[in-house]
């Protein structure tokens, strides 16, 4: 009896068009996180998901207010809470470049 397994290659560096797919709820390190998804959209990695990890705390300047606003969201504006459904499907552009964690891990970061 065998196994049919799937092996699928990571993303190359560079630069993709894609479709935030989703955001949701995470944990991190240092507190709680959202995790944004992206679908890669043409090219050879159509369809292929990758994801990046923000604070889940919206301080101007920071990692999370950066994103938002290149997402075109007005921070200003955020007083509690963000209607994720107002950025779900929005075409963007993706940066994809390889890391590796202390550990010797490798990952994509988006």
Known sequence: ?????Q????VE????????SD???AKGSFGPCLKFFFRITGGNFDGTEVSMIRPA???PGNRL???LQSLGIDT??????LDVDVLKNMDVQVTVEQK???KGKVFANV
């Open 1 to 5: 009896m065998g196994f049919k397994i």
């Open 7 to 10: 092996k699928t290659k990571g």
């Open 13 to 20: 560096d560079g630069e993709y068009n894609a479709v935030l």
């Open 23 to 25: 955001i949701q709820p």
């Open 57 to 59: 705390k919206l301080v």
């Open 65 to 67: 207010d950066k994103t």
């Open 76 to 81: 200003s504006t955020v007083e509690d809470e």
């Open 100 to 102: 590796t964690s202390e």
